[in-house]
């Protein structure tokens, strides 16, 4: 077996890090017993509950400490419930968020919208930046949440989210901060009011995020019946996926210089063999490991079928299947064919040097061909 493919004949090269990571073995190591023998439901008041209920308590920790102290951690099945638990818990007042953003952010205001919610979209530049100047105007009194990736998931753009935060404040607004791809790898600004994490784009588990609230912020909660978590998120707690998190946010933490090296030199050797292509968003304020390209005349869902022992993609995962261009690659201008064209290869803590080398020669390969046959 292998951490590619199992027990395939063709080992397949992962590239595809922004739609998930390789879970940590130590994830595996922490969960099992969680899965298999301390199965008591963690809030139930005897023993055994209150034995599991601990690690929840020690796991919920571990993710807080890569988050500002000031603030409660809620758990949730994920990122996406906790950007709908941050955005529809703000009950009345203006949403403001940029186009670059996930469709689980895109989707939730456009819903409220739909509902008589008034909404502003903020413009990027062509490096994928918010354009400030328009964040400057449409940021005023009346606001009530500010909405913005901190790394964007197509092509890895760092937004100046710690000056949206502070508009958002000088207007009596919250800050809402999507950190699914940030996290333990971007240093998260202090102002922020809220902060979604997700646990599989960390070497965690699937079905578990997190919502981090500041001290006095209050929601109205989405789901009801027990009032666990605070009465804000009902449903009883997976211990197991929990501890999965709170391990995974313990290895970013732990693993943080280690992992920034390693993901900097392959960038570096990613750049150069990737040099004919175009890289897609700004260059300098990025997180590296996201390298969103494009190339004339190359169709991507072709390349996609000819490289089939490697795993990267055309965009975000979630979107995958539409047939609609990336709205974050149009969103910087440009065309739909230049969108159809690019392709976005992630890498990161179990990516190596070779796998790069062998899935960049594949790529470049398959690329070539399809221009020789224009």
């Known amino acids: 077996m292998d951490r590619h493919g199992g027990a395939c004949a063709v080992m397949t090269i992962y590239l595809d890090y922004q739609a ?82 996930h469709a689980a952010v895109l989707d939730t205001v456009d819903a409220l919208a739909r509902d008589g919610r008034e909404v502003t979209v903020l413009p990027v530049g062509p490096g994928g930046l918010v354009d400030m100047d ?58 922020c009011d809220m902060i979604a994490v997700s646990g599989h784009k960390i070497h965690g588990p699937k079905g578990i995020g997190a919502l981090w609230i500041r001290d006095g912020v209050t929601l109205r909660p989405l789901i009801h019946g027990g009032r666990q978590e605070g009465g804000l998120r009902s449903g009883t707690l997976s211990p197991a996926l929990c501890a999965g998190l709170g391990m995974a946010a313990r290895l970013m933490r732990e693993r943080a210089d280690t992992d920034r090296a390693h993901v900097e030199s392959l960038w570096q050797r990613a750049r150069t063999l990737f040099s004919d292509w175009a890289l897609n968003g700004d260059a300098d304020r990025r997180y590296h490991g996201n390298l969103n390209l494009r190339r004339d005349g190359i169709d991507g869902s072709r390349l996609l079928s000819d490289c089939r022992n490697v795993a990267f993609s055309l965009g975000s995962a979630c979107a995958s299947g539409s047939g609609r261009p990336s709205h974050v690659l149009r969103s910087l201008g440009l065309s739909d064919r230049q969108a159809r064209g690019s392709v976005r290869i992630g890498f990161g803590r179990y990516t190596t040097q070779a796998e790069l080398e062998d899935a960049a020669q594949a790529i470049n390969k398959a690329a070539g061909m399809q221009g020789a046959s224009r």
């Open 20 to 101: 998930t990571t390789p879970p940590a073995p130590e994830v595996f190591d922490v969960m099992a017993p969680l899965l298999r023998d301390q199965f008591a439901n963690p809030h139930s008041a005897h023993r055994l509950g209150r034995a599991v209920a601990a690690q929840v308590e020690v796991a919920r920790e571990e993710v807080m400490r890569l988050l500002p102290p000031d603030g409660r951690l809620l758990f949730t099945s994920g990122a996406t419930e906790a950007l709908n638990m941050a955005i529809q818990g703000i009950g009345a007042g203006r949403i403001v968020t940029i186009a670059t953003e």
């Open 134 to 191: 328009a964040a400057r105007q449409a940021i005023a009194p009346g606001v009530a949440l500010v909405a913005a990736m901190l790394v964007n998931n197509e092509i890895g753009v760092v937004q100046p989210v710690e000056a949206l935060a502070e508009l958002a404040h000088a207007a009596g607004a919250l800050f809402l901060c999507d950190a699914v791809q940030g996290y333990g790898r971007v240093p998260i600004p202090p102002p």
